[in-house]
């Protein structure tokens, strides 16, 4: 076993703590990483507060990892001491169900086994990325091209994939006219991924605050929604709606933004149940879906293409003992556009 520095949720309500944690020894497929940079995601706070569901404590969250690999199991080939890797929101799934046969490892019908707070194949509680080191089954780990920097490559295993993913399954590209709704960690990784696809982008943001960042990240239009006349306007005018906002919105105001057979994609997650009307959808055949992450293969695809377009996340790298000021600024939407704590700092 090998003993790391990291910091913890003691419980629902108390500020992150320097601790130290377990890593387990080295099966034959698994790799050990020295974690150079973790970002924080707003799932981490979430998870931190037992707001999805009750967490058990102590918790070490962080599941947008970047490092370096200090060491391999025997039968691993993929990866040799000194790669650059990361590792996302799972470390493993069941690998035999039909999900997890198609690449689609973050359907997987038993469920897979997340990052943090669920329970590895060893039995043991999952302990995320905000530490020195994780230990992580090859097949579940990334390689970070050279083009990126590790620490503008960390919010991409989350964040980027997140938005990538339903990106590619919708067809955003030339000729595609895509709206992001919110410009935070994850609408400014969508805004650059879209773009960088060819898609033409407008950014759906509550003011017009953030509309110079927007423009500079790749949006050819901005536009704020706490305008009425933004609704009349782009009636209509969508082909793809990717919603990033987890706090409740009047989902039919913005289904009536999309054109025939558009698409409006929720990658945000509210915790109360949304309603949308039949007659938002019904009159232009609309649909009104849902995305999770991504498939180990699709990550892997969405790094080399940022890494071939030169995309990183916007950072401000902090200290580990920034961690709690910092999850405030994140629920003050306070960030451009995502931290990133330096693992050294553990
Ligand atoms: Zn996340
Ligand atoms: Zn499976």
Redesign the pocket.
């Given at each position: 076993m090998l003993t790391v520095n990291a910091y913890a949720a003691p419980s629902a309500t108390e500020p992150l703590v320097p601790t130290t944690i377990e890593r387990r020894d080295l099966g034959p497929h698994d790799v050990l990483i020295d974690i150079r940079f973790s970002g924080i995601?707003?799932?981490?706070i979430h998870t931190a507060r037992s707001e999805w569901g009750p967490t058990t404590y102590p918790i070490v969250v962080g599941?947008?990892i970047a490092g370096v690999v200090r060491e391999v199991g025997p039968e691993v080939t993929k990866f040799a001491v000194g790669d650059r890797v990361g590792v996302g929101?799972m470390v493993d799934s069941c690998r035999e169900c039909d999900n997890c046969r198609k690449g689609l490892e973050q359907y997987c019908l038993k469920g897979n086994i997340g990052t943090y707070g669920a329970v590895g194949r060893d039995g043991q509680p999952t302990q995320g990325g905000y530490s020195q080191a994780i230990v992580v089954v090859d097949d579940f780990v990334l390689r970070i091209p050279d083009g990126i920097e590790l620490d503008a490559a960390a919010p991409l295993l989350?964040?980027g994939i997140?938005t990538y993913s339903p990106l590619r399954h919708w067809n955003a590209g030339p000729g595609k006219r895509v709206a992001v709704v919110g410009m935070g960690g994850l609408g400014h990784m969508a805004v650059k991924l879209a773009h960088a696809m060819g898609a033409e982008v407008t950014v759906l943001s509550q003011s017009l605050k953030k509309q110079e960042d927007g423009l500079r990240l790749g949006a050819d239009h901005y536009f704020a929604t706490s305008d009425e006349e933004t609704f009349t306007r782009l009636a209509g005018s969508f082909d793809l709606i990717v919603n990033t906002v987890s706090a409740k919105i009047d989902l039919d105001a913005y289904l009536r933004l999309l054109a025939v057979d558009g698409t409006l994609v929720n990658v945000g997650a509210p915790e109360e149940p949304l309603s949308v009307a039949a007659f938002s959808l019904i009159p232009a055949r609309r649909s009104f879906a849902g995305s999770m992450i991504g498939g180990i293969a699709e990550t892997q695809e969405m790094l080399d293409f940022c890494a071939e377009k030169g995309i990183g996340a916007e950072i401000e790298v902090i200290g580990a003992e920034k961690i709690n000021e910092a999850y405030e600024r994140v629920l003050a939407s306070d960030v451009r556009y995502r931290f990133v704590i330096d693992a050294s700092t553990f």
């Open positions: 995601c707003h799932s981490d599941h947008e929101c989350c964040a997140t």
